[in-house]
């Protein structure tokens, strides 16, 4: 080989590798201009508070970085149309939707999203950095295992809440704490009790109401007195199947509770709860965003450690602290308030905005009227266009009104009880299962004596306070497995399930005797009874209503406060 040649070869190889260099140096300037990939795999849908609230206190986290950070939302739905059998099918369906995206961290927002990610890791979103948050502690101990995850769990401030409600109401005597079994797990409701419901026991009577009827919860609700509160120890955000029936259900309870109603997370301010030792679905965001920031930074799960716990933060409504003459200056250090009460300025202001919105309308109304037709036109076209989202808008609003309606029509609006109707469904549904099973059913048919002279004597509101206080204590009267509802203007319906004549007889007697010690008007009113009872053979249900009406009036004929059986 001659010296040029070699020289010739040797300067082709430093070419080649030059230009790789070149080239390496190329693709890291570009992958370092390339912005960050966030991924937010929510458990639930958009449009939820608990899963839009996180999501607000993420994108507060990352908003300054909009250039450097791309950040995507995808949501499993699950409670609604996706459930955990389902996991491959979405994992294939969100790898072919995301799959030539590189993904640089991912945020689970719940215990769905964090179980899919454990178990379809292998499949999709594999040897990515993930932060999680709105999770239990045990689902994040049994998440973190095996693979590289931290971040923020969500633990409710039931001790903290209820100690808050002790302090603002010193005088209190019982504690009406409600569970819902859906939505809390069965070592969280034994943790509840143990470590939290019993300590307090020594310093107020504790009644836990599980798994109520929620039909008959109202009849409850209105008998709470003065010296009672309530809890919402229940609808964990990420385990409520149906938001919409959570919500319903703490609606429900703060319309007919007459006390205080307290909860731990923020999604129930708003709905006629007071307040409590939150956990905020913001502050959850927040802190998971502030997590996803320093592994886009450089750091690795490790360097961010263990999962931890959001504190809770002391949240009320202002409407509901002045309801109940609670002072703001007894609240605990920090508290937020919503809806406070306004200033001499803040009042000041309002009416100079309203006198300022009211010039601008008439100078509105003025130049409106001096306008050409073909500008009118547009206008019209404009308000027409308007008017018809509103009445979308109106028609979703009735929707939902006709939905809550059709529930309260199940209520005799008098009394909280079931009304005629619901009553003698469920006199429907027990006779079949008397009849299927082989085992007694009676009822008692009881009209109140003379309550019509007392509506002509003491006025309308006393008779129906007698009705109210009447079908309360024959409801305290019999079992929980009994069912109380108003069947006529003075007749309650009493449905006995495995009680024969006898039996019923001796309940029978017992609601006359509670009744005759109810006194009204300083002691001036008091009433009795008569009732008629019947028990189930062959008969229709019809037939026995029948038959216990006839007995009924074979006892009013026979005098007031009497029984007659059948």
């Known amino acids: 080989m001659s010296i040029p040649n070699a020289f010739t070869k040797s300067g082709r190889t430093l070419g080649r590798v030059a230009l790789l260099l070149l080239l390496l140096v190329a693709a890291t300037a570009a992958r370092a201009d ?33 250039r450097e950070i791309v950040l995507h939302m995808e949501y499993l739905d699950m409670g609604r149309t996706t459930r955990t059998s389902d996991f491959a099918q979405l994992a294939d369906l969100l790898a072919f939707k995301w799959g030539n995206t590189d993904f640089d961290v991912v945020v689970a927002v719940g215990e769905g999203a964090l179980q899919f990610l454990e178990q379809q890791s292998s499949r ?23 693979w590289r995850a931290t971040g923020v769990t969500a633990v409710a401030g039931h001790d903290a809440t209820l100690r808050l409600m002790l302090a603002l109401h010193p005088e209190i005597r019982r504690i009406i704490v409600l569970i819902d079994p859906r939505s809390i797990s069965p070592n969280e409701r034994r943790r509840l009790v143990s470590r939290v419901l019993q300590p307090l026991m020594q310093r107020v009577a504790i009644e836990v109401w599980a798994d109520p009827v929620w039909t008959e919860l109202p009849a409850r609700l209105v008998s709470l007195g003065p010296g009672d509160l309530i809890y919402l120890a229940t609808f964990h955000p990420d385990r409520s199947v149906q938001d919409l029936a959570a919500a319903e259900t703490v609606e429900l309870v703060t319309h007919w509770s007459p006390v205080p109603v307290y909860g731990a997370y ?35 799960i ?3 450690g263990m999962p931890s716990a959001d504190p809770h933060h002391p949240m009320f409504d202002g409407r509901l602290l002045r309801r109940f003459h609670l002072k703001t200056d007894r609240l605990p250090d920090g508290s937020e308030v919503l809806h406070p009460a306004p200033d001499f300025k803040e009042r000041y202001a309002r009416v100079f905005l309203y006198l300022a919105g009211a010039a601008v309308a008439i100078s509105i109304l003025l130049c409106a009227a001096i306008m050409r037709q073909k500008r009118r036109q547009r206008q019209m076209a404009e308000i027409n266009a308007a008017l018809d989202t509103r009445v979308r808008e109106r028609s979703a609003q009735l929707q939902l009104v006709h939905q809550k309606l059709k529930k309260q029509s199940l209520v ?23 009849q299927r099973y082989g085992h007694p059913l009676s009822v008692v048919l009881c009209d109140i004596d003379w309550l019509k002279g007392v509506n002509l004597e003491h006025g309308y509101a006393l008779g129906d306070t007698i009705l109210r206080d009447v079908g309360q204590t024959i409801r305290r009267t019999v079992r929980e497995i009994d069912l109380v509802g108003r069947y006529g203007g003075e007749e309650f319906l009493v449905i006995l399930p495995h009680t024969d004549i006898d039996q019923s007889r001796q309940t029978a007697e017992r609601i006359q ?39 009924l009036g074979t006892t009013k004929a026979q005098g007031i406060g009497r029984q007659v059986e059948a």
Not at 274 to 292: I, K, L
Not at 518 to 542: D, H
Request: net charge neutral.
């Open 412 to 434: 005799d609006g008098v009394t909280g009880l079931p009304n005629r109707r619901q009553t003698y469904q469920r006199l429907v549904d027990e006779a079949k299962k008397a």
């Open 513 to 551: 005797h509670e009744i005759s010690q109810l006194r009204w008007e300083q002691g001036e009113v008091r009433i009795t009874i008569s009732t008629g009872l019947a028990q189930l053979k062959n008969q229709s249900p019809a037939d026995l209503l029948k038959q216990v009406s006839e007995r």
């Open 302 to 304: 490790s360097d961010i």
């Open 124 to 146: 999709i979103l594999a040897d990515v950095p993930v932060i999680f948050c709105a999770v239990a502690p045990e689902a994040a101990a049994i998440g973190a295992m095996g």
């Open 34 to 66: 390339t912005p960050k990939q966030v991924l937010v795999l929510h458990t639930h849908h958009q449009g939820w508070e608990w899963s839009d609230g996180i999501s607000r206190g993420i994108q507060e986290v990352l908003a300054p970085f909009a």
């Open 266 to 300: 923020d999604f129930f301010l708003d709905r006629g709860v007071v307040g409590g030792m939150m956990t905020v679905a913001a502050r959850q965001g927040e802190r998971a965003g502030q997590m996803a920031l320093r592994i886009l930074s450089g750091a690795s």
